[in-house]
């Protein structure tokens, strides 16, 4: 059997294009989702790839998700895409201390609570590939974003870190930071507004899913191997550092 996969977030956009790429790439691929049953039965009818519903920020389901996967499979998840995310935007003075949590144990508490559940498995196999979704707001800042800069900078900070614990035992640990791209959500940004966005990315475009996925893969690849606690930027050129 080929190496298992799970994509958190992966019935939608991006998470959904990095779900069908590791399926061409001929991984075994598992999309997980939170809340929108429809649209992942739909996505699976489409697609072929199996998917499971749980709260990727909620520790106990988390680890019950990847006991179920194992049991059904006789193996472990070798390869986990830590994509679930979502955005409760609003400036500081106005921002509760639920939106504050709720972005930050969805965002960055996900990524926690996965790795924990599948590390000893990959730990076992001598082989890991986890991909933790960033963001360019995370490298950057973004006005209104408070949390969810701060969740996705947690993010580039535990990739570094888990890297230096997982070398020895072959399993690497990167971040994709994405620019904007062309989803859904961005899509319902103001014409105005989205004009002046694009108007400060250098190569004149949004980014596309594929471009996302098309990195996730390359950092999944079995002859990954020597490259590990890095973040790759995929924004365009719109922030360089």
Request: net charge neutral; aromatic share 8%.
């Amino acid at each position: 059997m080929s190496r298992i996969a799970l994509v958190t977030g992966g019935t939608r956009g991006i998470g959904a294009a990095i779900s069908i790429a590791l399926k061409e790439a001929g991984r075994t691929v598992i999309a997980s989702y939170a809340g929108n049953t429809e649209a992942a039965a739909a996505f699976t009818a489409a697609t072929g790839i199996e998917s499971i519903k749980f709260d990727a920020g909620n520790y106990d389901e988390s680890v019950a998700a990847i006991k179920d996967i194992e049991a059904r499979y006789g193996a472990p998840v070798e390869i986990l895409v830590n994509n679930a995310g979502i955005t409760r935007d609003g400036v500081f003075a106005k921002m509760s201390r639920d939106m504050w949590d709720a972005v930050l144990d969805t965002n960055l508490g996900s990524c926690y609570n996965l790795c924990k559940a599948t590390f000893d498995g990959m730990k076992a196999k001598k082989f890991g590939r986890i991909v933790n979704i960033g963001s360019i707001n995370g490298q950057a800042g973004q006005y209104g974003q408070v949390n969810y800069a701060a969740a996705k900078s947690g993010i580039h900070g535990f990739t570094k870190a888990l890297a230096q614990e997982g070398a020895r035992y072959n399993i690497t640990v990167n971040a994709v930071a994405p620019g904007y791209v062309d989803t859904d959500m961005v899509r319902a940004v103001p014409a105005d507004v989205l004009e002046k966005i694009i108007s400060r990315i250098p190569r004149g475009r949004l980014g596309s899913a594929h471009d996302i996925a098309r990195g996730v893969v390359f950092l999944t690849a079995d002859d990954a191997d020597f490259v590990t606690g890095s973040t790759m930027s995929i924004n365009g050129g719109q922030h360089m550092y």
